[in-house]
């Protein structure tokens, strides 16, 4: 599937090496005043060569909107957006065609496809994620007409951690932060120490992976659905589809496995006239339906799977043993670009559901 969302759709297209990726935004209401520049801020967080610790590929993943938008403002008709590749360079994926590298998805890919593209990953190339970015950036500025804001940060990069209790009410600060540095953890303190690890991957010729966590703020009490389409399993659903993606957990997730029921309950009080709890270690959510406390969630990053090392692979041309090493321009840690699209996903879950819950209306006005 390449559409995602009920109400709120979002279909990508294009690959990594290809002439260009795009999507198509349907269901976002009339009326939200858009330009490109609201969604090139977003982008430029996620695209390539932005540091020492990403891949130097020269994408400036400039967006062009091509329809929906007329005069700054949504018209509710499909929005159409663009990025033209720029600074593509096939060459090296031309002795990998028929020997599947690890850790990728080319052995799986071929065989359900059996004809694909093999530059670069094609369609299964993390690229695909700019236009998630992209529509993300549209999702925001409609669930920020509600006051809902999404904040994400690296938690762990190469086993250096961040032990913070997240506070909603300093989010400016912790953006400021996060950005500020290039692994964009929430600690300076721990900033220095993960680049550290990242570049020493980098220089082995390997890599190395991570967790990021993801805040939604805002975000009112009954928004999901009690059995099938459940909050938390729609937004593990939208984290898991990102690619190097292995695990996701909610609040405490599986830290409330060890955890006694009166250690694990949120007890309840009465905070400025609002029902609230005093922990949240259900993340923001009861029954599959947010509860009105910060909606928290974790994902497992994996290390990027193309490393320079020597590794051990099959010739699918004659089906004999083979050994690769991968050349061209990879990520050491793909995390800190994963910040953004994790933010993205987030934000196209919860804006598919207040439009369904009829938060957002579908014709806006000033």
């Known amino acids: 599937m390449n ?42 967080r996620r695209k ?28 509710g008709t ?24 690890p850790g990728h998805g080319d052995f799986t890919w071929r065989e359900k496809f059996g004809h694909v593209d093999w530059r670069g990953g094609g369609r299964g190339s993390a690229r695909e994620t700019a236009m998630r970015v992209a529509a993300g950036a549209i999702a925001k500025k409609l669930l920020g007409k509600s006051g809902i804001e999404i904040l994400a940060y690296a938690r762990e990069i190469a086993g250096v951690g961040v032990d913070l209790d997240f506070n909603e009410k300093e989010i400016a600060k912790y953006r400021d932060i996060i950005e500020s540095n290039s692994v964009r953890t929430i600690d300076p303190g721990k900033a220095k120490e993960m680049e550290n690890a990242v570049l020493k991957a980098k220089k082995d010729g390997d890599s190395v992976g991570g967790v990021i966590e993801i805040a939604a703020l805002g975000v009112p009490a009954g928004l999901g ?29 599986f830290g409330l496995a060890a955890m006694k029921g009166s250690e694990a309950n949120d007890e309840f009080i009465v905070k400025e006239g609002k029902v609230k709890t005093i922990t949240n270690n259900c993340g923001g959510i009861l029954g599959g339906i947010s509860d009105g406390m910060p909606i928290i969630a974790r994902v497992a990053v994996k290390p990027t799977s193309s490393i320079s090392r020597k590794q051990r692979t099959v010739d699918l041309g004659n089906m004999g043993g083979a050994e690769i090493e991968i050349k061209g321009r990879h990520d050491p840690c793909i995390v800190p670009r994963a910040v ?27």
């Open 48 to 75: 390539p060569g932005q540091s020492d610790v990403t891949t130097p590929r020269g994408e400036e993943d400039k967006v062009e909107i091509l329809s929906g938008v007329f005069d700054g403002r949504t018209l």
């Open 225 to 253: 659905e009690p059995v099938f389409y459940k909050l938390d399993a729609s937004i593990a659903c939208a984290l898991m589809s990102i690619p190097a993606v292995k695990g996701v957990e909610i609040g405490k997730g």
């Open 340 to 366: 953004p699209v994790c933010e993205a996903m987030m934000a196209l879950v919860l804006a598919d559901l207040a439009l369904i819950h009829g938060l957002i209306p579908k014709r806006l006005t000033d």
């Open 3 to 44: 559409t995602f969302g009920k109400i709120f759709r979002v279909t990508t297209h294009g690959e990594s090496h290809g002439r260009a990726i795009g999507c198509v935004v349907d269901g976002c209401p009339s009326g939200l005043e858009l330009s490109e520049e609201d969604i090139q801020k977003e982008l430029d």
């Open 78 to 101: 499909p929005i159409s957006l663009l990025i033209c590749n720029k600074d593509v360079d096939s060459s090296k994926y031309e002795e990998l065609k028929n020997k599947p590298r």
